[in-house]
């Protein structure tokens, strides 16, 4: 019967409850590859609650890993080029929460945690917050984890993805190994420098351009080097709490850097604005000199 099921005759609730009948009955393979298959087409329809199928009675993980990894399967059967933007960016988010749901699973293998992480093509997802929320939780619970095996699953985090809040938070978090502290403040550093550029952009228009370029130099300069210098310490695993702490006052002057660009910005913006109003009524005021 299963065999002859038709998506168009069945609604996609419907297929999750014929799916945990199906779980508890001995099934041939090609119903169940039939089912799973035609659940996973339509993962975009699928909710959290949809997800979160108990394991088989061998297993001791929480919930079914294995059946999700084969749904995305399905639906990235064709290559994420084939599939329609506004259902992968549903998908992507729902396989976001289920990673925080299943990150507290103290059973569950780093290897099936990192593989849920990874069939998500990174050019998919606009920000990693939510997966680095779900790293964090996972390494939180399981504290047993040997160093490499912290790494691998660190390194299927995009850093580049990051808000400026979870720059702020990885800096100081001391689950994650001290490298990805390092690397985390090295993109922070480049996103300052890339606005102290935008804010020095629009300070060169008051400012004589070799004071300009001095005040840059020397605010770039400092940041830089203090960056790069407690980036390369942390690669030493002995001094791992006195560089945290020193990482944190960089974390402090880094924000307060940060805030001052943001109030520069908007102080030259403001001018900008003024200077085009004062320059409009100006021309209005200049009389003909010729018809």
Known sequence: MLCSLDMMCVSYKSLFEVLRVALNLNLSQCCRDKLEGMIGLLLDRATLDNLLVPSPARKSYLYDVDLVLRFLKSFLGNGVGCV??????????????YLVEIAPDPHLKPSKFLAVIRTIPDSARDTSDEVYHAVNLYLEVHLGLCEEQKTKICSGLNYEKLSSEAINHLTRNVNFPSQFAAQALILWQERLESLLQDTDDAVSTDLPPTLSKTAHK???????????????????????????????????????????????????????????????RNAKSVPKICS
């Open 84 to 97: 329609l933007l506004s259902r992968l960016k549903k998908v992507v988010r729902l396989m976001d929460l």
């Open 218 to 280: 020397g605010r770039k300069g400092e940041c830089s080097q203090q960056i790069v210098l407690y980036a390369k310490k942390l690669s030493l695993s002995d001094e791992s709490k006195k560089l945290r702490v020193h990482l944190q006052g960089m974390q402090w002057r880094a924000l307060e850097l940060e805030r001052f660009c943001r109030r520069m910005q908007i102080q030259m913006t403001k001018m900008m604005r003024s200077r085009l109003s004062s320059h409009g």
